[in-house]
Structure formats: C-alpha cells, structure tokens
C-alpha cells in the first residue's frame, strides 16, 4: 500500500503528551472534579499486598466485612497489561501480556456476611437513584475520565490476575426447579437475508421448542475450547475478556411445556431455573401483553472488574448491547420482534427480575450480586407495538403480582473474597435508570417507506447480485441466519491481507443505519446517538483513510462542528446516494489505529477498523442512565458488526481497550462534546490452531427432544 501515513506527526505528539492532556466536557474541568483524597493514593496492585492466609477482615455495621489495604508508594508500578490477553482465557500459562506502568488506588478487599436465610417476610432494596441529575451527570464524566486509557498509564486495575477469587463464569440458582431446553435452533431456516425484511419469517408459535431455540441463538454456548489442560466456554454473544457478565431472565405467561413464572437461563446447561412461580394461573397472562414475554438482562460488574478493574463498568455496557443486539436476533430468526422497554427504572427491573430480594441475596458477597439493565418485551412480528404499549400501562400491575407466589432457588456465590472497586460503585449509583415516561418512537431515519422490498432503498435491490432473487441487499444474505450465529467468533489474529469490495463495504454500512422495524435496531426506542469512525485499510474500491458514517441525518452538523476543521467531508466515488459516508482524510490509516487500539494488531491487519463516536452533551443531560444507553448503542453496533463480517465471509472483533484522548485529539474532539466509546476491526481471522474447538453441548442437551 503506497499511501503516506495517516498524520503520524500528530498522532506522535499525543502519545508523548499521554498523561498530560487535560481534558474539558460542557465546559467543566474533568481532572478538577477528580478528588485526591485518600481513595486515590496510586499504590502498586492492591490484591498483591494481600497475604496468603487469614486477611484480617473487620465487620462493617451494614454487615459487609471489609479489609482495607495500604497503599505502597515505593513499589514498582510495572504490572500486567490486563487488557491485551484476551485472545485466550483465563488460566493458560502461555498469554501474551506485555508490561506497562500504571496508577492503581488504594482499594478495600470486602465480602459478604454470610446469613443463613431467614423464614421472615423478604425485605427488598430500593434501586433508585440517590443524586441529582446534575450530580449524575458529573459523576458519569468522573468515571469516564479515570477509566480513559492513556499510552503511558493505563486506567487503574487490579495489577495481576488473582487466580484463587476468579469468579465462576455461571450464575445458577440451587434448588430452584429446571426446564430442560432442546436445542432447536438447527430446524430452523430463516436467511439472513430474511432477517431484515418486515414480515419475511412467519412467526413461530410460543413455547419449549422455540424459547429453547430462543435462548440458544441469544445466550446459549456454541462451543468449547481447549488448551494446555484450561477449558472456557463461547456464547453467542461476546464479552469483554470472555467474562460475561450479563445475566438473562424469562417472565413468561402463557408457553407449551413452561411454567408461568419467572426463571433464570443457565447458558452452560441450556436450562431454565424457576425463580418464582405466580400465585394463580392467569396471574400473568392479565399482566403481560398476550402472546408476549419478557426478556430481563442483569450484569455483574464484579466479573469484569475482577481483571479489568476500573474500565470494566464500561465493558459490562458494551456487553449489554451485545446482548440485546443477540437477543433482538435470536427473536428474528423465529419471526419474533423485539424491543427494548424505555420507561421502567431500574427499580422496576430490579423488582420484576428478583435482584432485590435480600433474604435470597444475603448468603453473597454484595459483589457477586446482579445490577439490573433492562427489559425486553418479545412479541410475535406485527404485535410489538401493542405489546409495547401493553407493558407500558401494565407494569405497576406486574410489580404488584410479583409480590405473591413463591420463590425459590439460592444464588451461587462467584467468588472467595473481592476487590472493592469504589469508581464502579459510584458510577453505577449515579447511572441509576428513574422509572420515565416513554419516549415517543424515534423518527425513521430513511424517510420513506422503507421495509426491505420496497423500490427505494439505500442499496439497489441487485446489489452485488449474490442472493435470491428480490432479497439480496448483501452479499451474505441468502445464507442461513442460525450457522452464522452459532459460527460468530471474535479473530485473535488478522492475516493483513484479506479484503473486501467496496460494495461489500457499502452493503455492510448501510445495514448500521435504523429503519423502522427492521432488526436489529428496531430494539432500540430512541434515535440514533452513536456514529462509526471507520480506519479503511484494505477496501478494493476505497481509498485508505478515515471516513465517518453519520447513522442519522441530525448528526451531521453537531460532527462537522466538532471535528477537525481540516477534513476533507468528501463522498466517496461509488457510495450510494442515501448512504451518509464521507471521506475526511486519505492516507494510510493502519499504524494510527493500531496505536489508538493499545497497540493491538487486529486494529491494523483488518480491511477496515471503527471508533464509535457518541454524543454525550443532549444524552446524559437527560440523565445519566444515558452513559449506559451510549454504551449499549455501541455493544449493539458491535454485535451487528459480528454477523454482518461472518455474513460477508470475514470475522470481526470487538476492541475495548484504547486510547481515548489519542482518537479524540486526532480527530479534534478533544474539548467537544463527543467521546469515543468501542472500537471494532473486520477482516480476515488467523486461526490460532493451538486451540482444541468442541461444541457447546454435550449429548445430554443435544438429545433433549423437543
Ligand atoms: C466489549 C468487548 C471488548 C473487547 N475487547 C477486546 C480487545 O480489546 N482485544 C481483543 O483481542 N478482544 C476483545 N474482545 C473480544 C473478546 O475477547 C471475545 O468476545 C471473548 O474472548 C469471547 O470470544 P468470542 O467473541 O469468540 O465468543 C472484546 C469483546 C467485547 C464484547
């Protein structure tokens, strides 16, 4: 490739500047609302100072049981990159961490009093945000600022990974009764292709078989992987570090072969655990829209901060929109809509998933306990709407029926004993979602009557001509939708040579822009927040460069003000005339986004690479639950970014390690309002052959009948 690096000169400057950059949001002085007190002495990894045997650990009033640890000026700051070593799992002794100095604060070792469960009445907590909006909003943009990674100082974590408290990568509930799930995905033989056409599968009926399909396409395992005597598990949807925190519920009314109730998916043996079971038979059915049920997903930041320390809050987010985006997919394939409900609080989510009940939480640690996120309501195709607004009126009324029935089953605890990470515990109080009004429907984006046949759309419909007839609008959408889903891998390696076309590019872009009902965005309630950056490298078609895609027409100013003045804002030659696609600068992009991406060379070897830009000026003044929503936005344009690559024949890679301030001070953002929130890379995946693949389920699961 013989185009001149992308501005190596500014990038450069950045890197030595690294810490030193001061950094202004809404005007207001970052590094001054950052208070230096005691909890931020920069201290050596806190769970390295911890000894082997009996820590002294002194009971708390609230009956938590703390161990503070004290910060050692002196030692040597050099500690494991925990961000770099995720292309294998914990436990294998052969990872490729590099070293880096970093600042990490004083921390309190803390676990849980362990109660047995009382007889008594269950108390429950109130999740309800306990700051003001502006309060909220500073606490979010504190947060956002000590978890930046810097080239010279990485955002504080735990210094080294402590093998003996690595949390159980399963939540299950003992002696809560299970239903086995068949693993139906296979009968199944929608397109992918079919998946973005309005009405183009018929939706399946409503019990066992498809929620176990259901679970399976969202949540489930897909496969094993071995080596050196370690074992880890994939899912269909990715984590950060193969973490996984999130944790997924089913309130379900009326299903063949399931009970009403509520229950818990247990992804490693395709089961669900019931949590509570209603008190009479029609107690739901009056409750939940007819034909529909909800889909809770909860997160436990402790299993991301366990390696990741202060950054992991975000990539908890990042994983939620994964998640939703895998849920919103799974719905797809049987003909089923999906959308994220926009009024409930997290109160609301809390109370109708169970995460409030003290009596059964009590016998955890407060850090192996789950956060809520959100609810899903999933309904046939053409019910969403109604169902909707069902749920919209229906949720006092649901709250209400959850406090008869019974409940059942004991949480298992994750880990001996925890890091206290008090950046995440601030952050989370301060995004608390309040209980609002739903927000009208956000306007289409295309505004024509857009569902997938129509004459009009973005790209012709004989766009690369590779598909059925009158559906291909990618090059991979004749083919099957559930190989793909259970194929979705993240690459450890890029080969630095693989391509694609231009219109395979194009196609692939316009897919990231919402149209009404159209998944996955349609399980998204608001507009548009998050625009992708994109590092072109390897497009046969395209020059290299930077281009941004603006996911929505009212972006465009906003991103032309803030970003470098200097850019070009050219179309580039080929791109379709809806596509809003425009070239900034031509150059070879590769060195600049592998440095911004922690030097990562998945950023550099792919044919494209992406920052996600969010606004956050108008988002978190609505409220700072917004962090997260931008967050998810982003997770869910990573999961859509996961498909489209194994669609088009290449692989992708969530990236969530990097340099903030590198991206924003190239791209002139560096005192706007927008912040970049997830990088992503798409090209062709060297295969790490040292791995033993086996698959998700063994023959006690694949045998289940449906
Ligand atoms: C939010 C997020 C951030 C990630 N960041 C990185 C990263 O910085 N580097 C990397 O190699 N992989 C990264 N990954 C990929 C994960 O390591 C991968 O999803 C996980 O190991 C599970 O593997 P799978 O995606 O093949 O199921 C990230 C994934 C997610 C969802």
């Known amino acids: 490739m013989s185009a001149r690096p992308l501005d190596e000169t500014r990038l450069c400057q950045t890197l030595d500047e690294g810490a030193k950059v001061r950094r202004s949001l809404f005007g207001r002085d970052i590094e001054a609302l950052d208070d230096p007190g005691e909890d931020r002495v920069y201290a050596p990894s806190a769970v390295e100072q911890l000894p082997d045997a009996a820590p002294d650990f002194v009971e708390r009033e609230d009956g938590l049981q703390v161990r503070h640890v004290a910060p050692d000026r002196h030692e040597d700051l050099l500690a494991r990159d925990l961000a770099e070593d995720d292309s294998l799992p914990p436990g294998v002794d052969d990872l490729p961490c590099f070293f880096h100095g970093f600042e990490v604060p004083a921390a309190t070792i803390a676990r849980g009093r362990r109660e047995p469960p009382s007889a008594a009445p269950c108390r429950v907590t109130a999740y309800t945000p306990e700051v003001t909006v502006a309060q909220g909003l500073e606490a979010v943009l504190r947060y956002h600022e000590r978890s930046t990674h810097h080239p010279h100082r990485f955002a504080p974590g735990p210094g080294r990974l402590d093998w003996a408290n690595q949390p159980e990568p399963f939540r299950s509930f003992a002696d809560a009764s299970r239903v086995e799930l068949p693993l139906a995905g296979h009968d199944l033989s929608a397109s992918w292709g079919d998946l973005h056409r309005t009405g183009a599968v018929p939706p399946h009926p409503l019990g066992r078989t498809s929620l176990g399909a259901f679970f399976e396409l969202a949540l489930g395992l897909t496969a094993w992987k071995e080596h050196g005597g370690a074992r880890w598990a994939l899912r269909a949807n990715p984590s950060s570090g193969n973490l996984h925190p999130t944790e997924g519920y089913l309130l379900v009314a009326e299903a063949d072969g399931i009970p009403a109730g509520l229950h818990h998916y247990l992804s490693r043996d395709h089961v669900l655990e019931q949590r509570w079971t209603p008190p009479g038979s029609d107690t739901l059915a009056r409750a939940l829209p007819s034909g529909a049920f909800l889909v809770g997903l909860a997160s436990i930041h402790w299993r991301e901060a366990w390696k990741y320390g ?397």
């Open 310 to 706: 202060e950054r992991a809050f975000r990539y908890c987010q990042h994983d939620v929109g994964h998640a939703l985006g895998a849920v919103r997919y799974a719905a797809a394939v049987l003909g089923w809509s999906a959308r994220l409900l926009d009024a409930p609080g997290d109160d609301d989510v809390s109370a109708l998933l169970g995460l409030d009940r003290e009596c059964d939480f009590a016998v955890l640690a407060p850090a192996d306990r789950e956060h809520p996120d959100g609810l899903v309501v999933v309904a046939p195709g053409a019910g969403i709407d109604a169902a909707v607004e069902r749920m919209g009126l229906g949720l006092a009324e649901l709250r209400e029926a959850l406090r008869g029935g019974t409940w059942s089953g004991t949480p298992n605890p994750l880990s001996p004993e925890h890091v206290e990470w008090p950046a995440i515990a601030e952050v989370a109080a301060a995004a608390v979602k309040p209980r609002t009004p739903a927000l009208p429907a956000p306007d289409p984006v295309i505004p024509r009557d857009f569902d997938g046949t129509g004459p009009d759309p973005v790209i012709p419909r004989d766009f690369d001509g590779t598909g059925p007839e009158g559906s291909a609008f990618g090059p991979g959408d004749g083919l099957r939708a559930v190989p793909l889903i259970r194929q979705r891998r993240s690459a450890v390696a890029m080969d630095g040579a693989t391509g694609l076309s231009a219109a395979t590019f194009f196609s692939l872009l316009d897919r990231l822009v919402p149209r009404p009902g159209i998944s996955p965005w349609d399980a998204l309630p608001w507009a548009p927040r998050v625009h992708p950056v994109l590092f072109v490298h390897r497009l046969d078609g395209l020059a290299p460069g930077l281009y941004v895609l603006e996911r929505s027409p009212d972006a465009h100013e906003p991103l032309r003000e803030a970003l470098r003045p200097s850019f070009a804002w050219d179309r580039p030659n080929g791109c379709p005339e809806g596509l809003r696609l425009f070239r900034l600068e031509e150059g070879d992009a590769r060195s600049f986004a592998r440095s911004a991406s922690c030097h990562q060379e998945i950023a550099s070897d792919s044919a494209f690479a992406v920052a996600m830009l969010a606004d956050l000026g108008p988002a978190l003044e609505a409220g700072a639950w917004w962090y997260r929503r931008l967050h998810w936005e982003a997770g869910l344009l990573g999961q859509m970014l996961y498909l489209e690559a194994e669609a088009a024949g290449v692989r992708a890679t969530g990236i969530g390690c990097f340099f903030d301030d590198v991206v924003h001070d190239t791209l002139g953002l560096a005192h706007a309002r927008f912040r970049d929130l997830y990088h992503f890379t798409v090209g062709g995946a060297v295969e790490d052959r040292r791995l033993t693949t086996r698959p998700g389920y063994d023959d006690s699961v694949t045998r289940r009948r449906p």
